[in-house]
């Protein structure tokens, strides 16, 4: 039998002056940046969920609490580090990922390549297996205005 499963993800985070921009693990060069109780990389967060819930994990939120001071302003790569450590303790590894980010601004194709290649060995895979894609609101609420930033993540996990 083969033993697969499929997970999805979904965050947001508001945009803030005086925040560094960190997406999919890289940093951009942007006059504002996620706002949240760690780097706030809403991309990152995303794949976790999607991960944690293809393993009946439950979420991000349970393993990494945003009232816990050890998050305080950590490296979301390394969260996503823990959950595939997570996954592995249940013998599962990761097939691919499917990841949308939802923002105005920046443009964020010519960036897609560093991301899959940062998550890429941290998620052990190749870049093939890591789908960035990136969709604007059409001006159209929260998004649409520059207030926030949205991901979609799709993860498949296989047992070992």
Known sequence: MINIRVGFGYDVHPLGEGRELWLGGVKLEFDKGCVGHSDADVLLHAICDALLGAANLRDIGFHFPNDNPRYKGADSKLLLKEVVALLKEKNYAVGNI??????????????????????????????????????????????GKGEGVNAYAVALIYKK
């Open 98 to 143: 499917d990841a949308t980010l939802s923002l105005e601004a920046p443009k964020i194709n010519p960036h897609i390549k560093a991301m899959q290649q940062v998550l890429a060995p941290i998620l052990e895979v190749s870049v093939e297996e890591v789908s960035i894609k990136a969709t604007t609101n059409e001006k159209l609420g929260y998004v």
